[in-house]
T-cell receptor, first 118, second 119 residues
Framework: DTGVSQNPRHKITKRGQNVTFRCDPI?????LYWYRQTLGQGPEFLTY????????KSRLLSDRFSAERPKGSFSTLEIQRTEQGDSAMYLC????????????????FGPGTRLTVL | AQKVTQAQTEISVVEKEDVTLDCVYE???????LFWYKQPPSGELVFLIR??????QNEISGRYSWNFQKSTSSFNFTITASQVVDSAVYFC????????????????FGKGTKLSVKP
């Protein structure tokens, strides 16, 4: 397995357009996370999935953002009516959690999708 | 609320020097996990080390070592004999305790420390 992959790596769009990003996690991982990172800051949590269930959303995730993980495999993050403030690096991470918890939840990150909204 | 503070914004050292990156955290959880990640110029976050809150034993792994002190809520990371390839932004992160199917597990990151190692 080659790790977490994300596509596209770069996306330039005009304000008001919709964009969709894809994340393919490490195949045996049951958790998938989305984070957003702006220049000079650490990543900020957006949402995460346990298999196909979306279990938590950050208040950063406005109603213009939606994420899916059909069949518990790859995930997509869609931003509708993009705004200039959405310009950031969008990071995906995956991890494997043992039943009953107690795992370290080491999260392995993909290379990110850099979004620029003009 | 959970919070991670990395007071050092940028550090510059000369190759072969030792360097310590500071991290202070805040959490109300009794069980939690701490991590260090490296983000080289290529942008991909690379997992380095982890620690859980009930194990304060400090360890060394190659050129990396860490000092976890619950009494001061600190989780400092040291690179011994730094190399140019160590130049990157280093992030300290905190995660709450996990329950299978529960609502926690996201990482809380500090703002990062940019390390420049000069030849």
């Amino acid at each position: 397995d080659t790790g977490v992959s994300q596509n596209p790596r770069h996306k330039i769009t005009k304000r008001g357009q919709n964009v969709t990003f894809r994340c393919d996690p490490i195949s045996e991982h049951n958790r998938l996370y989305w984070y957003r990172q702006t220049l000079g800051q650490g990543p900020e949590f957006l949402t995460y999935f346990q298999n196909e269930a979306q279990l938590e959303k950050s208040r950063l995730l406005s109603d213009r953002f939606s994420a899916e993980r059909p069949k518990g495999s790859f995930s997509t993050l869609e931003i509708q009516r993009t705004e200039q403030g959405d310009s950031a690096m969008y990071l995906c991470a995956s991890s494997y959690i043992l039943a009953g918890g107690g795992s370290y939840n080491e999260q392995f990150f993909g290379p990110g999708t850099r979004l620029t909204v003009l | 609320a959970q919070k991670v503070t990395q007071a050092q914004t940028e550090i510059s050292v000369v190759e072969k020097e030792d360097v310590t990156l500071d991290c202070v955290y805040e959490t109300r959880d009794t069980t939690y996990y701490l991590f260090w990640y490296k983000q080289p110029p290529s942008g991909e976050l690379v997992f380095l080390i982890r620690r859980n809150s009930f194990d304060e034993q400090n360890e060394i792994s190659g050129r990396y070592s860490w000092n976890f002190q619950k009494s001061t809520s600190s989780f400092n990371f040291t690179i011994t004999a730094s190399q140019v390839v160590d130049s990157a932004v280093y992030f300290c992160a905190l995660s709450g305790s996990l329950n299978y199917g529960g609502s926690q597990g996201n990482l809380i990151f500090g703002k990062g420390t940019k390390l420049s190692v000069k030849p």
